[in-house]
């Protein structure tokens, strides 16, 4: 299918602010980029304003200050049907009375678009979707992800300039989602719209984003790829946030850039300031073979959770949990072990604004 390329655009969030009835600030003064045919995932806590954000691009709910831009011109006082943005939601809401064909043209018809243009768009989306033999059927007949494919039908057959996506897929089981996952990716390969999808989901972000955007409370901590996120986080909250088991955070007193670390005392490769800091390691970073330049400590082991090619060790120190994630044959029955810490593989926060302390 071709969409008129000409018709996308980019679009640019300005110094937003939004609160609901004069309380709170839900968007404190946020500015984003997204460039024309990116895949822009945004990931953050219930309530950190994902949705609202969503829904101001959409125009479906006001903004206090800021402007909102597609393609250069300010969309602020534009009407959400005037903005040519298609969202798609959790709960796709189809029409059950009407089938599959009706559903996806129902909108076009509204827009007195002509009818063998309709009937053209009806049966290229339908197959770039693999819905065609579906289209006599009404929603009652169709699986959760087929239903869920006409719904994203519905919204690409409006040839939108932007997608906005809010947990699209959380309703499906794992191995629909997993499935339904890979058809988006290839879909926005295909047809290349700029897209804003919000998501609980880790792998769902990491595997369809190009760009990541970590909101904490209306507040942008983080934008980068995939990888940057993930192996660059520049606070302690995206450190947290970003990686299952997630990574496991000490805080340590500091002298002369000595940390102690559960008594034993480790030179850090970094100049630091404070007297206190967060040390950062992830479950997968941490070495049950003797390895150069690094701590050796012993951990008490609560479980081992087997999960095929690799294995989670749930430890404690001093009462602290510990996660190990390895692919090493753990005996189940274990109860301590030797693990070793890379000093190059620690993440270093600072106790004061949590904040990445970056190697000089
Ligand atoms: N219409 C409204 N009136 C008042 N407060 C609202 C309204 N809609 C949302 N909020 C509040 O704004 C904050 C952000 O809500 P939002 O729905 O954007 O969060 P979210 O990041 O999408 O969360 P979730 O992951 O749970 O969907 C929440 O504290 C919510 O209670
Ligand atoms: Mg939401």
Redesign the pocket.
């Known amino acids: 299918m071709e969409i008129n390329r000409k018709k996308m655009s980019y679009l640019n969030i300005k110094n937003v602010i939004k609160n ?2 004069n ?1 709170d600030n ?1 968007i404190k003064n946020l500015s984003l980029k997204v460039e024309k045919g990116e895949f822009l995932v945004i990931v ?10 969503l829904r101001m691009i959409a125009g479906l709910e006001d903004i206090n200050s800021g402007e909102i831009e597609i393609n250069g011109k300010i969309i602020n006082n534009v009407p959400p049907a005037d903005r040519n943005i298609a969202m798609v939601f959790q709960n796709y809401a189809l029409y059950p009375h009407m089938n599959v064909e009706k559903n996806l043209s129902y909108g076009l018809k509204n827009r007195k678009i002509p009818k063998a243009e309709i009937a053209t768009r009806v049966k290229d989306i339908s197959k770039l979707l693999q819905i065609e033999d579906l289209l006599k059927r009404k929603p009652s007949e169709l699986s959760g992800g087929q239903r869920q494919r006409v719904a994203m039908g519905r919204a690409i057959i409006r040839e939108p300039k932007i997608f906005l996506f ?2 699209p897929l959380s309703n499906l089981d794992a191995k629909l989602r997993t499935q339904m996952r890979i058809e988006i990716r290839k879909l926005h390969d295909k047809l290349k719209i700029t897209s804003v999808y ?1 998501t ?1 989901d880790q792998i769902e972000a990491m595997t369809l984003a190009d760009r990541i955007v970590v ?1 904490n409370s209306g507040i942008i901590e983080q934008v980068g790829t995939p990888d940057e996120i993930y192996h660059e986080p520049q606070s302690l909250f995206v450190s947290k946030f970003m990686g299952t088991p997630p990574m496991n955070i000490f805080k340590s007193k500091v002298y002369d850039n000595v940390a102690n670390l559960f008594g034993k005392e480790m030179k850090l490769d970094r100049n630091i300031n404070d007297n206190e800091v967060y040390i950062g390691i992830r479950p997968e970073d941490i070495y049950l073979e003797p390895i150069e330049n690094s701590i050796k400590i012993e951990i008490n082991i609560d479980m081992v959770e087997k999960l095929g090619s690799e294995s989670l060790i749930y430890a404690n120190i001093d009462n602290h949990n510990f996660i190990v994630k390895t692919n090493e044959k753990i005996n189940k029955s274990l109860k301590s072990l030797y693990v070793y810490i890379k000093n190059e593989k620690m993440y270093l926060f600072s106790a004061k604004d949590e904040k990445l302390i970056k190697k000089q």
């Open positions: 609901y009835n309380e839900i953050g806590p219930s309530g950190c304003g994902k949705s609202t954000l809010d947990e919000v609980h909101l």
